[in-house]
């Protein structure tokens, strides 16, 4: 065994702190091993999906509970033949996006009785004190991680946003690495979580003018294509980015590639300078990104799509930001959405109570919207019957959707999505 | 089917076992949750050569994992359906592909001493061995 054990971790391996952990430190201690990490790192902030389960896996342990025990937290979140008495989570827990919507749950189509096991699966991650955001922006809902913090986070887009843009750190974690790391603590000590393993690899100069949310989306594409999953440093002369501009850009390079973290010189907390972005690495290759990439990406994420006829569109990929509600809010300016088309918005419980508060939602509604929560189309593999031809503001979307659902898919900015919304046609151009 | 040459290679065991099959190679990344559907092992991603393609039973040779942190749990589906495949050797390591390999509970090693992607070709016959971190590829005739 190359991975080093404290005595407290042995403890946990040996069982004093009940079977559950026992079994949570035995997978750690089996994924440490796989990677080649030499020790564990304490985390007290997990985000991930405990005890989440999709139909497939409702039906396949189905039964297998017995009083008190888990099937599903024991079989999968702990990948442990024995059935085990589930604790509560050791350290702060937060619930990513799963299930459906609360309160609408019948829009996105979801059957009785399915939307009845998810409301057991989130009671139960409650039950275990795990905090119920439900969205794939924890940090638009109140987990923001402090620079330096050792976290243990699935979803990618909020991996990518939590190393690059807060300076936390965590590697891209899986659902039953998060699910052992809430009954531990514990996280294996490899990868961004060292200081040697987070500067930049490959440089990205941008030589086209990157201003709106869209041109952050298509950067991103192009960069997680280019690098995969190693470290980007872009540089370039553009207006400093915010929260929704870098939440789009990370969530398109995490999904072209796998990006967990990038630098932007003079922006991000680890690049005040190209030096200190790439520390005592070289650049392995350094990408150029003009008008021609842009374009050749903006054609990437619109391939699929012929049929100027638009049936649906759909926002919120990563979860909506209160302002990009007020903007869709805005863009609808009191006019309707066409009888031809569905808007479906997607965001946290948190954000929608916040657009609420704000009238955004009952702007939306009253232009024939709809705000979700919990999920997104891709995710919960839902769409208004009969789609066919989706408009997407997200390039994470449009990655997923056509692969996914088997629709054509339009890929561009929030404007020309609403304006699809209203008039039934696709009307986006090329940049 | 006939075995023309036998090619060994050494590297790191990354989950421990012996199992043998017929190698899908890729030099492409591989994609998890969405671009895989793990009830009928099959990738699903758009642009992915490995495109209706099935790894069920397969000796999958790839470069890495990318894309969702749901890979680990759909190779993990996918055992519990039955499709996983039978052993993996891959370039580089990633916690995605770490926890995917350990979940999915089928032999795998990295780290080789030259590049499977350069020597394995699909259909070859591959033997993988996670315990001692030895790869013995079988070149069939074709």
């Known amino acids: 065994m190359s991975v080093r054990l404290t005595d407290a971790e042995k403890a946990m391996l040996d069982g004093r702190d009940g079977k559950a952990r026992q079994k949570a430190m035995a997978l750690l201690v089996r994924y440490a091993e796989a990677l080649g990490a030499e020790r564990f790192v304490d985390t007290r902030n997990v985000a991930g999906v405990p005890g989440s389960a999709s139909p497939f896996l409702q039906q396949y342990y189905a039964g297998q509970d017995e009083a008190g025990l888990d099937a599903i937290f024991s079989h999968f979140d702990l990948d442990s033949d024995e059935l085990v008495e589930v604790p509560q989570a050791l350290v702060p827990t937060f619930h990513l996006q799963g299930g459906a919507d609360p309160r609408q749950w019948q829009t996105l189509g979801v059957k009785v009785e399915v939307f009845r096991n998810y409301q057991e699966r989130e009671a139960f991650a409650a039950r275990h004190d795990v905090s119920i955001l439900k969205t794939c922006t924890p940090y638009l809902a109140g987990n923001v991680p402090a620079k330096g913090e050792h976290c243990a986070w699935m979803e990618s887009s909020a991996v990518i946003f939590a190393n690059s843009v807060l300076g936390a750190r965590t590697n891209t974690e899986g659902r039953e690495s998060t699910s052992a790391a809430m009954l531990t603590g514990k996280i294996p000590d490899w990868g961004l979580h060292r200081t040697e393993h987070r500067y930049g690899t490959h440089r990205i100069d941008v030589q086209v003018p990157i201003e709106s949310v869209m041109d952050w989306g298509m950067l991103g594409y192009f960069v997680g294509d280019a690098v995969q999953e190693r470290i980007p440093v872009v540089v370039g002369e553009f207006a400093k980015p915010e929260i929704v501009r870098f939440k789009h850009f990370g969530a398109a390079a995490s999904t072209s590639g796998g990006v967990e973290m990038y630098h932007i010189v003079g922006v991000t907390p680890e690049a005040e300078s190209l030096e200190m972005a790439f520390g005592r690495n070289s650049p392995i290759e350094s990408f150029t990104y003009d008008r021609a990439e842009q374009r050749r990406v903006y054609d990437q994420l619109n391939a699929n799509a012929s049929d100027p006829n638009v049936d649906f569109v759909m926002l919120g990929c990563p979860h909506a930001a209160l302002e990009q509600l007020r903007d869709a809010a805005a863009l609808l300016d009191g006019q309707r959405v066409s009888a031809n088309c569905n808007l479906w918005i997607f965001t946290s419980r948190a954000v929608e109570s916040e657009a609420r508060s704000n009238g955004y939602v009952k702007a939306i509604n009253q232009a024939g919207g709809v705000v979700l929560t919990d999920t997104c189309s891709a995710f919960a593999q839902a769409l208004p019957p009969g789609t066919k031809v989706a408009a997407l503001d997200s390039a994470k979307q449009a990655h997923y959707l056509p692969a996914i659902l088997g629709v054509q898919a339009w890929f561009g900015s929030t404007r020309d999505c609403i304006q699809a919304a209203l008039t039934g046609r696709w009307s986006g151009e090329r940049p | ?142």
């Open chain 2, 1 to 142: 089917m006939k075995v023309s040459a036998t090619i060994v290679l050494r590297g790191r065991g990354v989950v421990g076992g012996r199992a043998e099959g017929e190698a899908l190679v890729t030099r492409h990344t591989i994609p998890g949750w969405g671009g895989v559907n793990p009830q009928q092992g099959v990738i699903t991603e758009t642009r992915h050569e490995l495109r209706g393609k099935s790894f069920k039973d397969k000796v999958l040779v790839f470069r890495g994992a990318k894309g969702s942190s749901g890979w680990s749990a759909m190779y993990h589906t996918a055992r519990l359906a039955g499709t996983a495949p039978k052993a993996l050797v891959f370039n580089e390591m990633t916690t995605k592909v770490a926890l995917g390999a350990v979940v999915m509970r089928v032999p795998s090693v990295t780290e080789l001493d030259r590049d499977p992607l350069d020597l394995i070709e699909t259909g070859d016959w591959v033997i993988v061995d996670g315990d001692l971190g030895i790869v013995e590829i079988q070149k069939v005739d074709k």
